[in-house]
């Protein structure tokens, strides 16, 4: 019996990692080619989104930040006219 470890990535039908993997820390490269040790099929992680073990990107958090209170800017406003 043939320990895993000792199987390469392609025998483990191991997908190579697709451009958007570029950067992430789970990106390890064999005979050439570039796997993900995380994950087998590296394009359907990226299908749906962002990959949930991408260790370079994370979904951006949008958070509404009010630069400039209207009221204040208003009154500001209203000042110049005089
Ligand atoms: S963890 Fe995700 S982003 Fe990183 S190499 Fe694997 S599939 Fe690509």
């Known amino acids: 019996m043939q320990n895993q ?8 039908n191991f997908q190579p990692v697709v451009e958007s993997c570029e950067g992430c820390d789970r990106v390890v490269e064999e005979s050439g080619s570039q796997f ?3 994950y087998l099929k590296p394009e359907a992680k990226w299908r749906l ?3 949930n073990f991408a260790t370079h990107a ?3 958090i949008e958070i509404a930040t009010i630069r400039v ?3 204040k800017a208003a009154k ?3 000042a ?3």
């Open 5 to 12: 470890a000792a199987m390469s990535f392609s025998e483990r």
């Open 36 to 38: 993900c040790r995380s």
């Open 49 to 51: 989104g962002i990959c």
């Open 58 to 60: 994370k979904p951006e």
């Open 69 to 71: 209170n209207p009221l």
């Open 76 to 78: 500001r406003a209203s």
């Open 80 to 82: 110049k006219k005089v």
